[in-house]
């Protein structure tokens, strides 16, 4: 089993957000989205690190992830919501293509 570790980082990366949002403003649901999209990104990472075709869950993770922090960014133009943002595009990106080049 080859494991995903582009997407486990991400992972990482989305709950780091969330605790760095919290420390730095006290934004309890800042710490809650951020844990529970790194979750659901980790558990898509290992879904897919069992099945390199089961991409969808790390999908819906990473895509509402950059609709909704790329809007915050957006809005604020503060740093983290940008990082967020453009570590979930790259990583729909990322996927897209391997749904591209292994037929589901």
């Not at 800042?30 to 690190?49: E, H, I």
């Amino acid at each position: 089993m080859e494991y995903d570790w582009l997407g486990f980082g991400y992972a990482a990366l989305v709950a780091a957000g969330g605790v760095v949002g919290y420390a730095k403003a006290g934004s309890v649901p800042s710490l809650a989205a951020g844990l529970l999209f790194g979750g659901l990104a980790g558990l898509g990472a290992y879904q897919q690190s069992k099945d390199p075709k089961n991409v969808w869950l790390s999908l819906v993770a990473s895509g509402t992830l950059s609709a909704v922090m790329g809007m915050r960014f957006y809005n604020s133009r503060k740093a983290m919501p940008g990082i967020i943002a453009g570590a979930s595009l790259l990583m729909v990106g990322r996927l897209g293509l391997q749904m591209m080049e292994k037929p589901l």
